[in-house]
């Protein structure tokens, strides 16, 4: 839509997004001039030729005084004329015709005369009708020969309803009324009141009345988009005589129309020739987005072209509208692009002229064009947005209830100012009380309207754009557990290979239906996903639904299980499941950092898929899903969501009768309650795990169960108890051929013998469980092997070699993304420092595993870290420093049941012995 001599803008403003309308009134135009009317001028000579205009001037008003028409302009040979119906327009012709057929011209000259008529809209000015559809009428006419009539759809629509019963168009003259071949489409313009000011009208020298200056009004209620409005005022000052490109961007309802007008006032007095906001119709209901030929009309209309000079033609039309503007420098708008398709025609060839186009696409069809795609707000923008357009007395962009509302809103301006108007609109209401309906809906689209306006339908247009199979990709998209998605999962979901799940993501992040917040993931917005999800409810059966979260869940389920065994501590007590026939395609994971870097990026979408499958009460892919996520829990924490997870799966498998599924899931809770530093707790649940494994017969289970079990006796100072754990461990792992169980019971029990000063036993049995470590391939285990070997060496006076084992340690550790593994080399190294004299890096060492505990919630190393700081302060003379630091780790370690309260104690009762009397 452009706004052409007297239309008249109307704004409706909702947040930072706007629609515009105009009033207008419906006419049948009829148009006619002399086919070869230049021939006949040069044929015949002026006198002549200017006796056979009037007679056709006089024939063409004889018929309109008989029928009810009104003459509108006259040019030349050009004539035009409205009438209130299309059937009194046809009659008017079939007289009109009649009478050319029988008149006698001067000089015998055979004169054909061509009509057109087309039933339109358009709108009074002073200068007369003016409109889309003057001009389309003229394009009628020219596409009609010399003694034929041509009707346009909309019009011979018309004629055949008030054609009596059986009739049809040949009645009224065959061979003269055709219908054309490609129907007209016809703009619909919805009547709104009448602002208080009419746009500017200026006449061009020679031409007809134009409107340059047609921006829409400007927002009071614009807030923010500061920088990227900064950004787009720097460029277009430096761009200086070539035509300036600014393609903006973004999904339904966050700004794009508000944002692109924002900017035009702003930048107003730099375009003398004017300003024209010229609406495409990409997504307005009902329409088709406007034909590049019918906007370069518009065009040449608004800078004063007449409609008969304009050209027939998308060529010659932009050839006119580049010559027009090469000299110009004019803002123009296209607003609601479709494509880059329907932009290209209409971008000026020459001059300083700024181009501002906006879309819901990505239009990287526009060469040279400068992109700006506008985001969500952010929170205190729309906040003060919302505050804004609510006009409410007391209420603060600081309340609770409007934090509440725009997350809910997602940060979204449309939303945001639906919900706003709202509560402006009902003074009964509360924030607080809106803010609580819209978090317990169900369906928050359906509260987020306003009269005949939605950000549900403003949903609904981009979704009408997409073929089928991308409409199918969107509803399915919304069934996803998660925020984000990959291709793999997408394929899965979908059900189709993993080149066209990612053909479809692309598509849809075109269509900003997507955001993509990483390189190959995509995000929905929070209200896209429900519309999503809505239609998925509406359009899909339940078992379609039911079978696409099927294969997502199996997808997620077969890789964790691939992931889990590249980062498993402990030996599996059941193999990898094979993935079912005809099952998605799975990324490529060799090793355990692809293994861990997939399931750190995946985490969220896994965990919400473990909160559905629970809430749906599907236990047996609750137990397996959380087993499979076992290790990567362990490794990443934080321990308490492990513990949740695995009890949740320990409840599961005991409503299912699955024993060894209860007993893994046992196995893992006893392991994450050991790191919380609750050693009771973990001992009683690994002791019960290992009664099951036992009466199952699960000899690999026992060695695991037996390993976490001594591990837990270590802790708690039973040492023989602890031996005794590890030394069976030892003998099931060897009697299975399971060297990694090997490694692990070697391992530990190299701890015990050195908490118990066998340091020769300690070295032989860390050696041969680090041989074996480094035998499978496992980093992970070579990293704990060399920390407790460093520790070892340390107490045997060994510094260089402790130093050497614990370097290797701690980078391996940071090689893997391994914060306890981190924290526990850091402290060790601390106290290598603290024996060797070297205070300082002793305290730095102390005081990073500190801060790495506190992160990661590990009491054990806070602890460590606090007595490490403790003995610092104690060698450098600092005593009360010193006492603080024991009193705080000896506070940890009781509270854990850690059998290193004891040691400390006893350095705080020698610290406080020592101590001078005052």
Same mark, same amino acid.
């Given at each position: 839509?452009?706004?052409?001599?007297?239309?008249?803008?109307?704004?409706?403003?909702?947040?930072?997004?706007?629609?515009?309308?105009?009033?207008?009134?419906?006419?049948?135009?009829?148009?006619?001039?002399?086919?070869?009317?230049?021939?006949?001028?040069?044929?015949?000579?002026?006198?002549?030729?200017?006796?056979?205009?009037?007679?056709?001037?006089?024939?063409?008003?004889?018929?309109?005084?008989?029928?009810?028409?009104?003459?509108?302009?006259?040019?030349?040979?050009?004539?035009? =004329?409205?009438?209130?119906?299309? !059937?009194?327009?046809?009659?008017?012709?079939?007289?009109? /015709?009649?009478?050319?057929?029988? +008149?006698?011209?001067?000089?015998?000259?055979?004169?054909?005369?061509?009509?057109?008529?087309?039933?339109?809209?358009?709108?009074?000015?002073?200068?007369?009708?003016?409109?889309?559809?003057?001009? *389309?009428?003229?394009?009628?006419?020219?596409?009609?020969?010399?003694? /034929?009539?041509?009707?346009?759809?909309?019009?011979?629509?018309?004629?055949? /309803?008030?054609?009596?019963?059986?009739?049809?168009?040949?009645?009224?003259?065959?061979?003269?009324?055709?219908?054309?071949?490609?129907?007209?489409?016809?703009? &619909?313009?919805?009547?709104?009141?009448?602002?208080?000011?009419?746009?500017?009208?200026?006449?061009?020298?020679?031409?007809?009345?134009?409107?340059?200056?047609?921006?829409?009004?400007?927002?009071?209620?614009?807030?923010?988009?500061?920088?990227?409005?900064?950004?787009?005022?720097?460029?277009?000052?430096?761009?200086?005589?070539?035509?300036?490109?600014?393609?903006?961007?973004?999904?339904?309802?966050?700004?794009?129309?508000?944002?692109?007008?924002?900017?035009?006032?702003?930048?107003?007095?730099?375009? #003398?020739?004017?300003?024209?906001?010229?609406?495409?119709?990409?997504?307005?209901?009902?329409?088709?987005?406007?034909?590049?030929?019918?906007?370069?009309?518009?065009?040449? $209309?608004?800078?004063?072209? #007449?409609?008969?000079?304009?050209?027939?033609?998308?060529?010659?039309?932009?050839?006119?509208?580049?010559?027009?503007?090469?000299?110009? /420098?004019?803002? $123009?708008?296209?607003?609601?692009?479709?494509?880059?398709?329907?932009?290209?025609?209409?971008?000026?060839?020459?001059?300083?002229?700024?181009?501002?186009?906006?879309?819901?696409?990505?239009?990287?069809?526009?060469?040279?064009?400068?992109?700006?795609?506008?985001?969500?707000?952010? !929170?205190?923008?729309?906040?003060?947005?919302?505050?804004?357009?609510?006009?409410?007395?007391?209420?603060?962009?600081?309340?609770?209830?409007?934090?509440?509302?725009?997350?809910?809103?997602?940060?979204? #301006?449309?939303?945001?100012?639906?919900?706003? @108007?709202?509560?402006?609109?009902?003074?009964?209401?509360?924030?607080?009380?809106?803010?609580?309906?819209?978090?317990?809906?169900?369906?928050?689209?359906?509260?987020?309207?306003?009269?005949?306006?939605?950000?549900?339908?403003?949903?609904?247009?981009?979704?009408?754009?997409?073929?089928?199979?991308?409409?199918?990709?969107?509803?399915?998209?919304?069934?996803? #557990?998660?925020?984000?998605?990959?291709?793999?999962?997408?394929?899965?979901?979908?059900?189709?290979?993993?080149?066209?799940?990612?053909?479809?993501?692309?598509?849809?992040?075109?269509?900003?239906?997507?955001?993509?917040?990483?390189?190959? @993931?995509? *995000?929905?917005?929070?209200?896209?996903?429900? +519309?999503?999800?809505?239609?998925?409810?509406?359009?899909?059966?339940?078992?379609? @639904?039911?079978?696409?979260?099927?294969?997502?869940?199996?997808?997620?389920? +077969?890789?964790?299980?691939?992931?889990?065994?590249? $980062?498993?501590?402990?030996?599996?007590?059941?193999?990898?499941?094979?993935?079912?026939?005809?099952?998605?395609?799975?990324?490529?994971?060799?090793?355990?950092?692809?293994?861990?870097?997939?399931?750190?990026?995946?985490?969220?979408?896994?965990?919400?898929?473990?909160?559905?499958?629970?809430?749906?009460?599907?236990?047996?892919?609750?137990?397996?899903?959380?087993?499979?996520?076992?290790?990567?829990?362990?490794?990443?924490?934080?321990?308490?969501?492990?513990?949740?997870?695995?009890?949740?799966?320990? &409840?599961?498998?005991? &409503?299912?009768?699955?024993?060894?599924?209860?007993?893994?899931?046992?196995?893992?809770?006893?392991?994450?309650?050991?790191?919380?530093?609750?050693?009771?707790?973990?001992?009683?649940?690994?002791?019960?795990?290992?009664?099951?494994? *036992?009466?199952?017969?699960?000899?690999?289970?026992?060695?695991? =169960?037996?390993?976490?079990?001594?591990?837990?006796?270590?802790?708690?100072?039973?040492?023989?108890?602890?031996?005794?754990?590890?030394?069976?461990?030892?003998?099931?792992? *060897?009697?299975?051929?399971?060297?990694?169980?090997?490694?692990?019971?070697?391992?530990?029990?190299?701890?015990?013998?050195?908490?118990?000063? %066998?340091?020769?036993?300690?070295?032989?049995?860390?050696?041969?469980?680090?041989?074996?470590?480094?035998?499978?391939?496992?980093?992970?285990?070579?990293?704990?092997?060399?920390?407790?070997?460093?520790?070892?060496?340390?107490?045997?006076?060994?510094?260089?070699?402790?130093? &050497?084992?614990?370097?290797?340690?701690?980078?391996?550790?940071?090689?893997?993304?391994?914060?306890?593994?981190?924290?526990?080399?850091?402290?060790?190294?601390?106290? $290598?420092?603290?024996?060797?004299?070297?205070?300082?890096?002793?305290?730095?060492?102390?005081?990073?595993?500190?801060?790495?505990?506190?992160?990661?919630?590990?009491?054990?190393?806070?602890?460590?870290?606090?007595?490490?700081?403790?003995?610092?302060?104690?060698?450098?003379?600092? %005593?009360?420093?010193?006492?603080?630091?024991?009193?705080?780790?000896?506070?940890?370690?009781?509270?854990?049941?850690?059998?290193?309260?004891?040691?400390?104690?006893?350095?705080?009762?020698?610290?406080?012995?020592?101590? !001078?009397?005052?």
């Amino acid at each position: 839509m452009v706004w052409l001599g007297g239309w008249l803008p109307l704004s409706a403003a909702i947040g930072g997004w706007s629609f515009y309308a105009v009033p207008v009134e419906t006419f049948t135009f009829l148009f006619t001039d002399i086919e070869g009317s230049t021939a006949l001028l040069g044929r015949v000579g002026q006198g002549v030729y200017e006796r056979v205009l009037a007679d056709h001037h006089a024939i063409i008003r004889s018929g309109l005084a008989g029928h009810g028409g009104r003459e509108v302009d006259t040019q030349g040979d050009a004539f035009f =004329a409205v009438f209130s119906s299309a !059937p009194a327009c046809v009659a008017a012709v079939l007289a009109m /015709q009649q009478a050319l057929e029988a +008149h006698a011209w001067p000089a015998g000259e055979q004169v054909r005369v061509r009509m057109g008529v087309h039933t339109g809209q358009a709108s009074r000015t002073a200068t007369g009708l003016v409109g889309l559809d003057v001009h *389309r009428a003229a394009r009628v006419g020219a596409a009609a020969h010399g003694g /034929q009539v041509l009707l346009s759809q909309a019009s011979a629509a018309l004629v055949r /309803q008030a054609l009596p019963p059986g009739a049809a168009l040949g009645d009224l003259g065959v061979h003269r009324l055709k219908d054309l071949e490609q129907p007209e489409r016809i703009f &619909q313009l919805r009547a709104a009141g009448l602002p208080d000011e009419f746009p500017p009208l200026r006449t061009v020298p020679g031409g007809a009345a134009a409107a340059t200056r047609t921006l829409p009004r400007d927002l009071a209620s614009f807030t923010g988009r500061q920088r990227e409005l900064a950004e787009l005022v720097d460029a277009a000052a430096g761009e200086g005589g070539v035509v300036g490109i600014h393609a903006i961007g973004g999904m339904a309802g966050v700004g794009k129309t508000a944002f692109a007008v924002h900017a035009a006032h702003r930048l107003a007095p730099r375009f #003398p020739a004017g300003q024209i906001f010229l609406r495409l119709h990409g997504h307005t209901p009902g329409q088709q987005p406007v034909d590049p030929a019918d906007a370069l009309a518009s065009l040449l $209309l608004t800078l004063g072209v #007449p409609a008969a000079q304009v050209p027939a033609g998308l060529e010659a039309r932009m050839a006119l509208w580049r010559d027009r503007m090469a000299e110009k /420098q004019l803002l $123009l708008i296209l607003d609601d692009a479709a494509s880059s398709e329907q932009v290209l025609p209409l971008l000026p060839g020459a001059g300083g002229s700024l181009v501002l186009v906006t879309s819901r696409r990505h239009l990287s069809g526009l060469e040279d064009a400068a992109a700006i795609s506008l985001d969500i707000l952010p !929170p205190e923008e729309a906040a003060r947005l919302l505050v804004r357009l609510a006009a409410r007395l007391g209420l603060s962009a600081d309340d609770a209830a409007v934090a509440e509302m725009i997350r809910l809103c997602g940060y979204l #301006p449309l939303a945001i100012g639906m919900v706003a @108007r709202q509560l402006h609109h009902h003074p009964a209401w509360t924030a607080a009380g809106r803010a609580a309906e819209l978090a317990a809906a169900v369906d928050r689209l359906e509260l987020i309207a306003t009269e005949n306006v939605s950000v549900a339908a403003a949903f609904d247009l981009s979704y009408a754009d997409l073929p089928p199979d991308r409409q199918r990709l969107f509803r399915r998209l919304g069934l996803h #557990p998660g925020a984000d998605i990959d291709g793999y999962a997408a394929a899965a979901l979908d059900g189709t290979g993993l080149a066209a799940a990612r053909r479809g993501l692309e598509a849809l992040y075109d269509q900003y239906l997507l955001t993509e917040p990483a390189q190959g @993931r995509y *995000r929905m917005h929070d209200l896209i996903r429900e +519309h999503a999800r809505a239609l998925a409810g509406r359009l899909d059966s339940g078992g379609d @639904r039911d079978r696409a979260t099927a294969r997502l869940l199996d997808y997620y389920q +077969h890789t964790a299980e691939i992931t889990g065994t590249r $980062l498993a501590r402990q030996a599996r007590t059941s193999p990898v499941p094979a993935p079912a026939a005809g099952s998605a395609a799975v990324p490529d994971l060799p090793d355990p950092a692809r293994a861990l870097a997939w399931a750190r990026t995946e985490r969220a979408s896994l965990l919400a898929c473990l909160d559905h499958i629970t809430e749906a009460g599907q236990h047996a892919r609750v137990v397996a899903l959380t087993a499979a996520m076992a290790a990567f829990l362990r490794l990443d924490g934080p321990w308490s969501v492990a513990v949740t997870r695995h009890a949740t799966a320990v &409840q599961a498998a005991r &409503q299912l009768g699955d024993r060894p599924g209860q007993a893994n899931a046992l196995n893992n809770l006893g392991a994450v309650r050991q790191l919380t530093g609750d050693y009771p707790g973990a001992g009683r649940i690994l002791a019960e795990a290992l009664d099951l494994y *036992r009466d199952l017969g699960d000899r690999v289970g026992q060695a695991n =169960a037996l390993n976490n079990l001594g591990t837990v006796r270590q802790l708690t100072g039973d040492y023989p108890g602890a031996a005794q754990a590890q030394e069976e461990s030892l003998g099931l792992s *060897r009697d299975l051929g399971n060297r990694l169980g090997q490694a692990n019971a070697l391992n530990y029990l190299g701890n015990v013998r050195r908490l118990t000063g %066998d340091y020769r036993g300690a070295t032989e049995a860390l050696e041969e469980s680090l041989g074996l470590y480094r035998g499978l391939g496992n980093r992970l285990g070579q990293a704990n092997a060399l920390l407790h070997l460093g520790i070892v060496w340390r107490l045997t006076g060994d510094f260089p070699g402790a130093a &050497q084992v614990l370097e290797e340690a701690l980078d391996l550790s940071r090689d893997l993304g391994d914060p306890g593994g981190v924290a526990e080399a850091l402290n060790e190294t601390g106290s $290598l420092h603290l024996a060797r004299g070297d205070l300082s890096a002793a305290g730095t060492c102390h005081r990073q595993a500190l801060d790495l505990a506190r992160e990661i919630d590990s009491s054990w190393d806070e602890a460590h870290a606090l007595a490490g700081l403790g003995r610092c302060a104690l060698a450098a003379g600092r %005593d009360a420093d010193a006492e603080a630091g024991l009193r705080q780790a000896r506070e940890i370690f009781h509270r854990m049941g850690a059998a290193e309260t004891s040691g400390v104690s006893a350095e705080l009762n020698a610290l406080t012995k020592t101590r !001078p009397a005052t």
